[in-house]
């Protein structure tokens, strides 16, 4: 914990409720305190930085005018509620963020009351916000207050405008606050963001009509009826001066701003008067991400999560990895353009991480043949989709825990018509961190099912390759490709690039005792267990390389020699490789003793996928532990 003397008024902050004591004159000095006991806290224990730091004066002055945690604060995603925990009895335990058994990463409902709703994915705050307000009409609490918290890039999702939406046409009193930094993770991108950055209401007239519409119903002049008429007459007249049309207005949502999000004491005047206002409303706040810390506003996207760094300096400290193997990401980027020079067809495609997937390496030479679409999961697979219908070659790079936003849209528009969409999912398996909203755990259960899918997951980088060049072959339809955050274990990464037959696999050891089926790099522990253990025991090991369709070669020879096996996999043991190999066993009348190693049918907390991998059975010891319960 950093010395107290540095933070005269937020130390005497335990909850909102202390907050709430201060007079509006002490906020911008809470907002400066707070602000630097995140540069501080975060600066040794690595987190999402520029977002929390955006939003401080928004988080001071919602739990300075709302009466939280019983009226209700909805953020989205959740990156950027740092600042909300500190202030909701959590400033004492914020150094444990992120560690095992530590506080979460993002707001959970689980962790503490003043945390209204799961937070890590993306566009949901209006919806459930939407709900709660609904929620607290049939439940007798009107005096509730509920507001959403979404940022300019979260916007530009689907769902935000399915929850703007019902919000128009249900009663409501929900206030939503657009936190406008013009920023997402990488750069904000789409006609969202450009209407934003022009959107302009004028702060005179929205307090004359805001008075002007207090008269009114203060006397009875003013039902639910009238109100909509007046807005809809208001807004036709406000679009024909101005020449703008307000999307929001369009809404029959009243619009008030734009107004500087880092004036704590403006934001606190203007939610004391929104706070009573019947009707749905948004309330429009620019922002700097990374406020009030240089490094991080002229490179906001690098302080995200900047990991370590010198809170004095504001240099980031870098282990020297230049003798160590790449990163997952680095492979598929470097390789992706490699092939996209070879195939004029190849397009990249991605939700809003670019360079966290590395697709930045083919959009910096090619930026034509590559495409961010925002936060867009389910549009960036039936874009993909569509391109793919009409010749282009898309490689589709999504996160795997977002990608689950778009089931729908891969069954329906890439799968039925067998599309060659190459499905890129990143940060398969454990991600460490940011738990159980970003463990990429359900892949492989989730698509096994779905008929014309090729599922991959190569065991290193030279199969990472090799899979990408195979994948954009002609006539190989939709294709997955799943792999881990993260380095791999190859220095001498690059390799010819060659195809890899569809659904073969491949012997890495040759034993009789057991027989070890594995899929993707958790392959690599195999290995090392087996050369631990020596001649004590037998071990055969098979990559398998494809969950589907799965090597009937090397599963029928393991049927006829084997009585005992294991499979190992990096995601949800209840439907997924060892499944799809008990079920293959028992069609064909093979009836070994099976062993399925993978994730619990829990969802897995945060900590170091080191720790993780512990706490669910897939560490070294507890693979080598299962290999020599055999009898020999």
């Avoid at 206030?175 to 789409?190: E, Q």
């Avoid at 720790?611 to 020999?632: A, P, V």
Wanted: proline share 4%.
């Amino acid at each position: 914990m950093v010395e107290e003397s540095k933070f005269g008024l937020l130390s005497q902050i335990k909850y909102p409720t202390d907050l709430r004591q201060l007079t509006v004159d002490q906020l911008p000095e809470v907002c400066d305190e707070l602000r630097h006991d995140i540069i501080d806290e975060v600066s040794v224990n690595p987190g999402h930085f520029a977002s929390s730091l955006g939003v401080v004066e928004i988080t001071v002055a919602l739990h300075y005018v709302f009466n939280t945690p019983d009226d209700r604060i909805v953020w989205d995603v959740g990156h950027q509620a740092y600042g909300h925990k500190i202030l909701t009895g959590r400033r004492d335990v914020f150094c444990t963020n992120r560690k095992l058994h530590g506080i979460c990463p993002f707001p959970s409902p689980l962790e503490s009351k003043y945390d209204t709703f799961t937070c890590g994915h993306a566009s949901n705050s209006i919806s459930a916000a939407m709900g709660m307000a609904v929620a607290a009409k049939k439940t007798g609490n009107d005096n509730r207050h509920v507001v959403a918290v979404i940022g300019d890039g979260s916007m530009s999702g689907g769902l935000a405008f399915e929850g703007l939406n019902n919000v128009s046409s249900t009663p409501n009193d929900i206030l939503i606050i657009l936190n406008d930094n013009d920023m997402s993770i990488d750069r904000a991108v789409g006609g969202m963001e450009k209407y934003l950055l022009h959107l302009d209401t004028n702060e005179t007239y929205n307090k004359l009509r805001f008075k002007a519409s207090q008269w009114l119903h203060s006397r009875g002049y003013l039902n639910e009826d009238r109100r909509k008429g007046i807005i809809r007459l208001n807004n036709a007249l406000k679009s024909a001066i101005s020449h703008q049309q307000n999307i929001f207005e369009g809404l029959n949502i009243r619009y008030f701003g734009p107004f500087d999000g880092h004036n704590v004491k403006d934001i606190v005047r203007v939610l004391r008067q929104l706070k009573d206002m019947k009707g749905p409303k948004l309330l429009h706040l620019h922002t700097v991400k990374g406020k009030g810390y240089k490094p991080a506003e002229k490179a906001a996207t690098i302080w995200h999560a900047p990991g370590k760094f010198d809170a004095a300096t504001g240099e980031r400290i870098i282990k020297d990895c230049s003798n160590e193997p790449p990163k997952y990401q680095e492979v598929f980027g470097k390789t992706l353009l490699e092939l996209a020079k070879q195939n004029d067809k190849i397009v990249g495609v991605t939700p809003a991480m670019q360079t966290g997937c590395s697709m930045n390496i083919m959009m910096e030479t090619m930026p034509s043949r590559t495409f961010d679409v925002g936060i867009a999961e389910g549009h960036a697979v039936t874009f993909s989709g569509g391109m793919a219908k009409d010749g282009l070659q898309p490689f589709c790079n999504i996160y795997s825990a977002f990608a689950q936003r778009a089931y729908d849209n891969i069954i329906n528009d890439v799968a039925i018509l067998n599309l060659p969409v190459v499905f890129c999912l990143d940060r398969a398996g454990l991600v460490g961190e940011d738990g159980p909203t970003h463990h990429g755990a359900f892949d492989m259960a989730a698509l096994r099912p779905i008929p014309n899918l090729t599922i991959s997951s190569p065991m290193d980088e030279h199969e990472l390759r090799r899979l990408m060049y195979t994948a954009q072959l002609p006539d190989k339809g939709a294709f997955v490709i799943r792999y881990p955050r993260g380095r791999g274990v190859l220095t001498d990464w690059e390799c010819v690039l060659e195809e890899i037959k569809v659904g073969t696999g491949r012997k890495m050891h040759d034993g009789t005792d057991v027989a070890v089926l594995s899929i993707g790099p958790i392959g690599n522990d195999v290995e090392k267990v087996i050369t631990e253990i020596g001649n004590a025991r037998s071990v055969a090991h098979y990559d398998m390389r494809f969950l589907k369709p799965l090597d009937e070669n090397i599963l029928h020879e393991v049927g006829e020699h084997f009585n005992r096996i294991i499979t190992i996999e990096d995601g949800v043991r209840n439907g997924g490789l060892g499944s799809a190999i008990l079920e293959w066993m028992n069609d064909r009348g093979y009836h070994p003793n099976i062993v399925r190693m993978g994730l619990p049918d829990v969802f897995v907390e945060h900590g170091t996928v080191e720790q993780l991998r512990k706490i669910t059975g897939l560490d070294l010891e507890s693979i080598k532990k299962e290999i020599e319960s055999i009898e020999n």
